[in-house]
């Protein structure tokens, strides 16, 4: 029999807020020392009162409208009560049966197709402290607790792991044109949990699923994904069934590690929450917050296909990141050939970022530098590798290619008198390869042009020094 896979997503979101979620401690908790940024509400000290912080309902809201959702009119916060050391109030502030968003879609293009997966519910609630087990004993670190964790979900329309892997890929590209979180797995201010099952293929009920956690990058995302549908292929293969857990994703052993077996939503005994109005989101601010939002990934490749002429994958390219988006554009005001610099930045500076794992925000020169670069080859000032390496030299200190060129003595030899003198130095030198010449072998030209090049560290300008080396065969050849 042959099986399909279904895949529904769990994404949580550090949203990128000033304040934690329901107090006014910094929620930004990179690289702080553990336990400062703390106060009695996120310890979960009794008698506190929380207080909804309104940019992450807003963040939410524009995440929401991005993503193609409906915006409650009616929202409310509930308890998700369980024990664990990193829950000091032992209940988590969620969204339980009201979410905030719901109702949406996605669109990701894998193999040249456009497949749309439902967004079941963006809601909002509070991350928790961060556990780090030594051998027998465990530290906590408060920081992280209560800082503002937006949840998406999607519904189980996604079919393989490359498609779980580009669903991610897309909502990262969202978050951060959105600029509501850095959606950086790596750094764990985006997270996600796959839930896998199969069925027959042609069918449309569901299977028995598995929950993946503790997947922090795109490439895990994929290998779990496959090593699970494996392993679950194998046990409906031999008659047996699958079991609903929830596993871990072992990086080391490229395996799945069963964690526990499926808690259920009223294991949680979810209910309001008490110490929280509901919130009522008017029409206006919703409205307000929609003529704000930035031009989206979608819409911003389009515009560049219609108005750039760029091909579909190529505006894709160049608009995953908004930086280099913005970076293009910026360039093209002021060089108007937009192919030609669409393979400038994308061939070279994307090759540079990738050499040292960089990303275009840290880019060290503007894009007026970088266009007086390309003018520089156009000039004939300097050729293209030569443009290459200064661009080297840019992407490490910044520094002005106008300034660099002439540090180094860059500049292309158009000087005739130098050039001839260079000419009549490498016909001297090559006495035997100008007799074969002169004897009728035109292609020793060839050989003559690389010499040349060679005693000129490669800056002889190509078109002066061909032209002079022409003459002065011809010369003597009629002489
Ligand atoms: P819970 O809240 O218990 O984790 P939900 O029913 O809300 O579970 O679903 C969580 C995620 O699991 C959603 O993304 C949903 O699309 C996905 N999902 C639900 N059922 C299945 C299934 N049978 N196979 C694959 N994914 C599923
Ligand atoms: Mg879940
Ligand atoms: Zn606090």
Sequence with gaps: MEYEAVIGMEVHVQLLTKSKMFCSCSAETFGAEPNTLVCPVCLGMPGTLPVINRKAVEYTIMTGLALNCQIAEFAKFDRKNYFYPDLPKGYQISQYDLPLCFNGWLDIEVDGQIRRIRIRRVHLEEDTAKLFHFGDYTL????????????????????????????????????????????????????????????????????????????????????????????????????????????????????????????????????????????????EWVERIKASLPELPDAKSERF???????????????????????????????????????????????????????????????????????????????????????????????????????????????????????????EANPDALERYLGGKESTFGFFMGQVMKATGGRADPNLASKLLREKLAQLKNR
């Design 140 to 283: 906590i670190d408060f920081n992280r607790a209560g800082v503002p964790l937006m949840e998406i979900v999607s519904e189980p329309d996604i079919r393989s792991p490359e498609e779980a892997r580009q669903y991610l890929i897309k909502l990262r590209t969202i978050l951060r044109y959105l600029g509501v979180s850095t959606a950086d797995m790596e750094k764990g201010a985006m997270r996600c949990e796959a839930n896998v099952s199969l069925r027959p293929k042609g069918s449309s009920e569901l299977g028995t699923r598995v929950e993946i956690k503790n997947i922090n990058s795109f490439r895990f995302v994929k290998q779990a994904l496959e090593y699970e549908i494996e392993r679950q292929k194998r046990l409906l293969e031999q008659g047996k069934k699958v079991e609903q857990i929830t596993v871990g994703w072992d990086e080391e052993k490229g395996t799945t590690v069963i964690q526990r077996t499926k808690e259920y939503a009223h294991d949680y005994r979810y209910f309001p929450e008490p110490d929280l109005p509901p919130l009522v989101i008017s029409r």
């Design 305 to 427: 296909q219609s108005q750039y002429g760029l091909s579909p994958s190529e505006a894709r390219t160049i608009t995953v990141e908004k930086e280099a988006a913005d970076f293009f554009e910026a360039c093209v005001s002021l060089y108007p050939n937009p192919r030609k610099l669409f393979h400038w930045i994308t061939g070279e500076i994307f090759r540079l970022l990738g050499e040292t794992g960089s990303t275009f925000d840290s880019l060290k020169f503007s894009p007026e530098s970088f266009i007086k670069l390309i003018n520089l080859v156009d000039k004939g000032t300097i050729n293209q590798n030569t443009a290459k390496s200064i661009l080297r030299e840019m992407f490490s200190t910044g520094e002005d290619p106008e300034k660099i060129v002439e540090k180094k003595g860059l500049a292309l030899i158009a000087d005739e008198a130098a050039l001839i003198k260079v000419i009549e130095e490498v016909l």
